[in-house]
């Protein structure tokens, strides 16, 4: 099943941008009156008749050949799953291993990304363009409606203090190594005690850098109601501790 | 904690091969008398200290300079896990794929890992030098004493026969893609039934090619008490599926 993504929908009608076009048209060698398929990004997918391809200007700006296609129906959260989880993780030193974490997570099911600078951190950017293509295609590749939200990189500390309160049905989470409180909980545990049928449950987790927090970010997030949580007895790396916690999210919350 | 490897232990002492006694005295500076630790791959740690290095021959081979280390103690199952789990995984068409669930899975942890070629399995090779060479960096990068074994490529259909009879507490997993077999039955609810705390619970997973088991091999596996299983609702690659299959069982079964 080949899944096409547009930005543009309006009335009865979507238009793939032009990236999306020269893959459809040119790639796939789809015609006018083929039957495709269309997420908008934001949880609802479009079957469409594709139309004719479009000319190269708009608001007087040249955009590539871009497609129009007429919506003949629709799913609403369409691959969508019961939980809403944001993933905080800090850079990784080897930033394919950061963009790897973002294929996966996604096809997991996350609903955001949140790159957080911590205060030890060898690494304090990422290419979020790449980021976004790559949540992009693991959105369509894995038949989902919604693409996750990709948070502009930001502190550690600027992350937990943006969150506000934290809701009833909330449960806060971060994923340390360092042996200063012990015993922690184990992920699997903390997740069965908000399994609730009718609520959607909502998880943060935090995953640290390299380096570990600094002890005044797990000072702050325990203020912000964060649980240190155990992902297991294996030693992870960043990314693989951030694969973990989407999986433990994901396969404890299994259907849709 | 930085670790080594050696595959020659003998009474009190054990050799670092060439490459491991190169990281360790050049790149990381070790002199004869520093405390290292240093793992079989079977599974025990030795806590060492590092002796001189020795000639460049052995059985009059010329192998590069090597370096003796007095074992002064050891730990028996050291990062060990509560299963075993075996992961036969089709060779994805990628190769970087299959090489990047090869480390996720061995961080989590996993016993043996077994390229399967399917029927329909596009890549029908692959480089085990370099898979070996992976899962013993994340053995070690994830403090486990124990290398997972690689098994050489085979058919998927020489897999299966080659298991002789299940075990009583060993539970066939078989993932795969194609709608024939509804409704499967959860992995994580599978897992739940087996959690006997006395013995160790035996797992063993087939994982697909992008292509899907053929009808036949579906058949073979079942015949063999394969049981089809649901990985969850998202449509998952399969290297993700692989990871995903591990996590299952890694988080059912967390603690040592």
Excluded at 50 to 58: F, V
Excluded at 227 to 238: A, I, M
Aim: negative net charge.
């Amino acid at each position: 099943m080949e899944i096409f993504y547009s930005d543009e929908v309006f009335d009865g009608f979507l238009r793939l941008p032009a990236e999306e076009t020269a893959h459809c048209m040119r790639v796939l060698r789809h015609r006018p009156g083929d039957e495709i398929d269309v997420i908008d990004g934001r949880g609802t997918l479009y079957h469409c008749v594709l139309q004719e391809e479009e000319g190269a200007a708009r608001h007087g700006k040249s955009v590539g050949q871009t497609a129009l296609a007429r919506i003949v129906g629709s799913e609403a959260s369409w691959g969508s799953h019961q939980y809403r989880l944001t993933l905080a993780v800090c850079p990784t030193k080897n930033p394919d291993r950061y963009e790897w974490m973002a294929e996966k997570v996604t096809e997991v099911g996350i609903d955001t990304l949140a790159p957080g600078i911590g205060e030890r951190s060898e690494r304090r950017g990422l290419k979020t363009d790449r980021l976004h293509r790559i949540l992009l295609s693991a959105t369509k590749q894995s038949l989902k409606g919604a693409i996750p939200e990709l948070l502009e990189p930001q502190t550690v500390m600027e992350f937990i203090t943006g969150l506000g309160e934290a809701s009833a049905d909330e449960l806060r989470l971060i994923a340390y190594c360092s042996d200063e409180v012990k015993p922690r909980a184990f992920i699997m545990e903390l997740l069965a005690k908000i399994k609730a049928p009718e609520a959607t449950p909502q998880v943060t987790v935090l995953i640290g850098p390299e380096g570990d927090f600094s002890p005044a970010e797990v000072q702050a997030a325990m203020a912000a109601g964060f649980v240190p949580v155990s992902l297991g007895s294996s030693r992870l790396r960043t990314e693989t501790a951030a694969i973990t916690a989407a999986e433990a999210v994901y396969l404890s919350f299994p259907f849709e």
